[in-house]
C-alpha cells in the first residue's frame, strides 16, 4: 500500500487524476472503473480538461463497478452521475462506455476478463467502510459482482431514501482484487476515523473495505484532514 | 481461480512442476517461494531432473516463506527439507538462495521488492486450513512478514512435538497476495472437505487459506481426492 | 534472451510443451499463438496428452500467426495444419479457436489488443532466417499484420510449390514484439549457422529473424546440433 | 505506439509529468530512467513541485541511460544535468540515485535486472534521428549498454565541442527494448521532419530512434510543431 498525503481536496484531486492520466496514455487498450459520488468531481473536472475533444483517448474504455436501477429511468444512478460528471463533456465516445446494470452484473467478471482485465479502479471511501456497493451487513469477501436486495434491516437502511425490495448490484471483494491498480480517494475529517480502520484496522466484512490492505498495489490518496487520525 | 483436478499424486506434481518451469524459462531474474513438507516431494524430483547440472535456470532465485528455527543448528527446518529435497540435489548455486530467518524476518517484505517481488509461490494446505506459517488462532489477515511465539493454547499445539515459547516467522496474508502467481497443491481425501471450505467457504481468520479466493492469480491443483467435496 | 541447449529433440519438446502448460494454467483468459511445421510436432504430441478432454483449459484460446490460403479450400495451410497436429486431437472447442485469414488479417492487431494481447507465442526458424511469414526479401521491420503477393523474384521462391501471384498474411514484426513471452524452438545441424546470425549477428531486414534479439522475453530452446555454432 | 499531440511546450510538459506521476505513485519500487537536456526542462519544473519534500515518492529510484565524462568533474554531464534540473531541488535521496558511469556500464543491464527492471523510462530524440547515446554511425541494434569511443569521422563530430579519443557510456537498443513503459517527448519545428523518419519510416541503424517502432509499450508526446510532417 503507498499513502499519498496531500494538502487539500485540489491537490489530492490532482494527484489522482495524474494516477489516471498516467494510465491513459499508455500504448494499449486501458480499461477503467470509475467511481460517482462526490469526492471525485474535481478529479473528473481537471480530467475533463485533458481529454475533451482530444483524439488523443480513443485507447480508453471507461466501467462503473456498481449500479443501483431508477424506476422509469432508463439508465441508473451511478452510470447517470459519471455521464454528467465526466463521459459526457470529455466527450467520450459510446463504444467506450461500458455500463454495468441489473441486466447483465452476472457476466461482468467474465466480460472483464475477456478485454484484458482492469487496468485502474477510482473508488471512494464511505463513513461507514463501504466501498462500490459492498456495505456493512452484506458483504462477503468471496463475492464476484453480485446483486445486493435491501431488506430494511440494515444499518445503513434510509427510510426516505429508499424502500424495501430494492435492489442494487456491485462488484465484489474478489473482483476488485483482480484490478490490477488500485486507486483510493478520501477527503475530510468527517471520515479520518474510518480511514484508520480501513487501513490499519483488523481485516472484517464488517468494515468492508478493510479488505483493500490485501491489494497488491493500492494508492490511497488523501487529504490531510482524512489522514489525520493516521500514525504519522 | 482456476482449479485443475489430476487423477493422482504424480500428475498433480507434474502439472505442478510444468508451472514452476514454465516461470524459470522467462529471460528475466525470477524469484520463487517454495514449500517444504510432503506434498511437494515428487515436484522436486520431477524438477531436480530438468534443472540438475543444467546452466539454463541461473537466473531463478529461491526464497522460503516461513521457517521454525532448531534450537543448536545453523538453520531452521523449512530451509533444510528445501536444501534436502530440491536446492542440494538440483546444485543450486548458493547466491541464489535466500534463506528466512528469525534475524531477517522483518526486511522480507522490503528485499522482495527490492529484487522486483515473487513472481511465483508454491504452497500447500494444512489440515486445519493453515498456509505457510499463517495458523488457526494466530493470523491476522493484515499481517506482513511477522513472528509467531508459542503459547501453548493454540488449537495446533502438540506437545510431544512442540515447546511453549518457541517461535518461528512466516510471510503473512499481505505478503503472500504480492505474489505474482500462486500455486497451491494439495492431495489426499483427509485433505477433501479443508479443501472445499478454503476454496467455496466465508473468508475467515479461523481458516486462513480462505483468503486466497481473493488472490487475483490463483492455481489450485488437487488430485482427484482432495477435490472430492468439491460441487461437480 | 534466454537460451536452453537440451541435449536432444524430445527434451527440447518436453521443455516448450512445459513453458506453454505454465501460462496454460494461469487462472486468467490465456492467449496463445503456436506455429505449424515440423518442429512443434512432438511438442503438440505431449500438450495433447496434458489437455485433451480435460476441462482445466477452457480458458486457453488458440491463434494462428500467419496463413496461406489454398484455393478451393475452406481453411489455409496454418491453421489446418494446427488443426491435425493439436487442436483436434487436443479436443479444442471451436469458440476458442481464432483463425487469421486473408479475410480478417487487417484487423488482426486490434482483435488481440481488445482482447488483452497475445501471452505467449511458439515459433520456429526457417534455414534462411525467417519467423513467421516474415521472409527474406519481404519484411519490413515496421509492420504490423500484413500481405505478401509472390512476385516469383524472390529468394525462396519454389516453382514447382508456389505461383506467382499467390499470396499469404501473417503477424509482422512490431505485432510479435508486442507479444509477452516468445518461445523460440530450433532443431538440427541444418540451422546451426542460422541460429548463430540471428542470435548473435548483426540485426538486418535480410535476416528478418534477428530482430528478435530485441524482444525482452525471447526464450530460446535448441537442440545440442542447432546450438553448435554458438559460443560455449 | 500511441502519439498524443499537444498544443504547445507546456501542454506536452505537462502530459510528461503526469505519466511520469502516474508511475511514481504506483505501490511499490518503481524504477525511472530519466534524461538530460533541453527538452524535459518544464517537465521536471513540474515534477519538482509535486515532488518537492513530500515523502510520497521514497519508492522511487532514479538512473540516467547515458553519460559522458568530464576530465577532472567527479562526475559526468547527464548526471551533473539531472542533479541540476531535478533531483537536487526535487531533494531525492542520494540513496534513490544510480549513475551511470564509465566504471559501471558493463553491470547496468545486470544491476537493472536485480531491481525488477526499469518500468519507465523518459527520452528525447535527436535532430540526427539518436535517442540516449545511440547516434547515427555508431548504433548497432543489437546492443545492450555499451561504451563509444569517439574517432572524429563520426557525422555528429563537432571538432569544437568534441575531442577525438573522448568515450562516452550509453543503454543500447536491447537494453531500452526492456524499459516497460518507453515516453518519447519532441517539441519544435525543426525536429518535424525526424519525427515523421523516426516514428513512419524504415527502422534503420542509420536512424536509430526509428527501432522504438517496435517497443511494445511506447508513448510519443509531441508539440504540433514537431508533429507536423505527420500524416493526419
Known amino acids: 500500500m503507498k499513502i499519498i498525503i496531500e494538502s487539500d481536496f485540489g491537490s489530492m484531486s490532482e494527484t489522482a487524476k495524474n494516477i489516471l492520466l498516467g494510465h491513459m496514455t499508455e500504448a494499449k487498450r486501458v480499461n477503467l472503473s470509475i467511481t460517482g459520488g ?57 463504444e467506450n462506455i461500458h455500463p454495468l446494470t441489473p441486466e447483465n452484473y452476472a457476466e461482468q467478471d467474465v466480460s472483464l476478463e475477456a478485454v484484458g482485465g482492469l487496468d485502474a479502479m477510482l473508488i471512494g471511501l464511505g463513513k461507514d467502510g463501504h466501498f462500490c456497493g459492498n456495505m456493512p451487513g452484506t458483504t462477503a469477501f468471496n463475492k464476484l459482482t453480485y446483486k445486493v436486495t435491501v431488506t430494511g434491516e440494515e444499518s445503513w437502511f434510509v427510510p426516505e431514501m429508499m424502500e424495501k425490495g430494492m435492489s442494487f448490484v456491485t462488484m465484489g471483494p474478489v473482483s476488485v482484487m483482480r484490478v490490477k491498480h488500485l486507486i483510493l480517494i478520501v477527503n475530510g475529517s468527517e471520515k479520518a476515523e474510518m480511514v484508520r480502520r480501513v487501513l490499519t484496522g483488523p481485516v472484517s466484512e464488517d468494515v468492508p473495505a478493510s479488505i483493500l490492505q490485501l491489494h497488491p498495489n493500492l494508492t490511497v490518496i488523501l487529504d490531510k484532514e482524512a489522514a489525520a487520525a493516521l500514525d504519522k
Open 38 to 94: 462526490n469526492t471525485p468531481v474535481k478529479v473528473y473536472e481537471k480530467m475533463v480538461t485533458a481529454v475533451k475533444d482530444s483524439p488523443n483517448y480513443d485507447n480508453v474504455h471507461y466501467y462503473n463497478f456498481d449500479e443501483i436501477p431508477v424506476e422509469g429511468q432508463k439508465e441508473g444512478i451511478t452510470i447517470s452521475d459519471l455521464r454528467r460528471l465526466y463521459l459526457t463533456p470529455a466527450g467520450i465516445s459510446e
